[in-house]
């Protein structure tokens, strides 16, 4: 069958290519995506090509199908699958797999298996690892919001905190805590408060920062101080005037914090941060840099006398990600806030290239349609009766993507 998907041909070379798709094997599964949302990792690889640790040498003659954080429908299922799976069915997969003890994973290495398609072909590594999820949500953008959902609940699962001479690592943010989300006003930013204001093991204080005071004030308007309170969180938006290292420790006492996360690779971030821990505090370095040389310096003293200690990680598991689909199915997340740009198949190529110059958070692409990327703060403006139709309806949803607006624009838009 024909496929148009876009393919990693080389370093910033990434095209709309119309191709013709194999049949599938008996260990695998032909998915039809419907949606898939633009992650940061996806520019890293696309400008650095066949250097990428998940990319293969070869793709100029066997291009890659980019994008892993998608959302569809099942269309054919391998009869090794059949008894588990069946046409019809909502998906979305984890894509952080083990493949052949490589790195390489859906979304940057593999000819026929990525998001940023009308169909894909799930590899017999994605069933055999039971990363092909059933999603029951209302919307197919929130399935692949999930995968970014469950990096964020991967780095809070894998905070530890120690027990005075006894050297057992007690895992997971300190619950009852005090916790700062630095550079964390975008998209992975608000999943993470959303996820820290929501789960089951919340910190007492929550103090975000940004630079970009109106990314830090939307962020204040879509997870607010009174819901976070209603969970026994004291949420606290500072603004760049009062991110100074004094202010934010008063914020925490002379206690200091417990978690304190890194959203951004700036090495002035990364000291705030060490400044800012407690005894036993553990800073999470979320934020994956492209330099390879990238480092910044951290106070070791502290580290033998004050148990300072850092954690990072690199996506989410497979039970990270079913706790994101529960919770999101419950309604107990929305990660609606981290969109603020829809687009086409024909948007996804350039978006990704241009993604650190793009303001906003979230690109979301919907693989069967033709639409320009188009900030969903515009939609209401445009003299396009589609748009302002979609303008119209998130200006009911207090200015955020959802499900009403997503069946509108699948039922009205042009086919690619």
């Not at 809070?156 to 009852?176: C, P």
């Not at 008063?250 to 407690?278: H, K």
């Not at 979609?390 to 955020?400: D, E, F, H, P, Q």
Request: charge should be negative; include cysteine.
């Amino acid at each position: 069958m024909l496929n148009k998907a876009v393919r990693m041909h080389g370093r910033e070379d990434l095209r709309l290519d119309t191709f013709e798709l194999p049949p599938i094997g008996e260990d695998e599964v032909l998915v039809k995506v419907v949606s898939d949302s633009i992650c940061m990792s996806s520019y890293k690889a696309a400008i650095q090509g066949e250097a990428h640790k998940r990319v293969p040498e070869d793709i100029a003659a066997h291009p890659v199908i980019i994008g892993h954080e998608f959302c569809g429908v099942i269309e054919r299922v391998g009869a090794r699958w059949a008894n588990r799976f069946a046409p019809g069915q909502r998906f979305t997969i984890q894509p952080n797999i083990d493949y052949r003890g490589t790195l390489r994973t859906p979304g940057y290495a593999f000819e026929y298996c990525g998001g940023d398609a009308q169909y894909a072909i799930l590899i017999p590594e994605i069933m055999e690892q039971d990363c092909l999820l059933a999603y029951r949500g209302e919307a197919f953008f929130q399935g692949s919001l999930a995968e970014p959902l469950s990096c964020v609940i991967g780095a809070f699962h894998a905070q530890y905190h120690t027990r005075r001479q006894a050297y057992v690592h007690d895992m997971g943010i300190r619950e009852g805590g005090r916790m700062a989300l630095l550079g964390a006003a975008g998209p992975m930013g608000l999943a993470a408060i959303d996820y820290a204001i929501h789960c089951d093991r919340r910190p007492a204080l929550l103090v975000v920062t940004d630079v970009d005071e109106a990314r830090l004030e939307r962020a204040a308007r879509i997870y607010t101080a009174a819901e976070a309170a209603r969970n026994g969180v004291r949420l606290v938006y500072a603004k760049p005037p009062e991110q100074d290292a004094r202010a934010l420790t008063a914020l925490a006492g002379e206690a200091g914090y417990d978690d304190v996360f890194v959203f951004a690779p700036v090495p002035a971030l990364i000291e705030q941060g060490d400044a800012l821990l407690g005894y036993d505090g553990c800073l999470n370095f979320f934020a994956g840099p492209t330099d390879r040389a990238f480092s910044s310096a951290f106070n070791f003293y502290n580290v033998h006398y004050a148990a300072h200690h850092l954690a990072g990680t690199s996506g989410g598991n497979i039970d990270d990600m079913r706790e994101a689909l529960d919770m999101i199915a419950a309604g107990r997340l929305n990660p609606a806030g981290m969109v603020t740009h829809i687009g086409g198949l024909d948007a996804a190529a350039q978006a990704t290239l241009a993604l650190p110059k793009l303001p906003g958070g979230k690109k979301l692409i919907y693989t069967g349609i033709s639409l320009s990327l188009t900030a969903i703060d515009d939609l209401g403006s445009s003299e396009d009766p589609l748009l302002r139709g979609l303008g119209a309806i998130c200006a009911r949803s207090n200015g955020l993507w959802c499900a009403e607006a997503e069946r509108y624009l699948l039922d009205h838009a042009k086919r690619i």
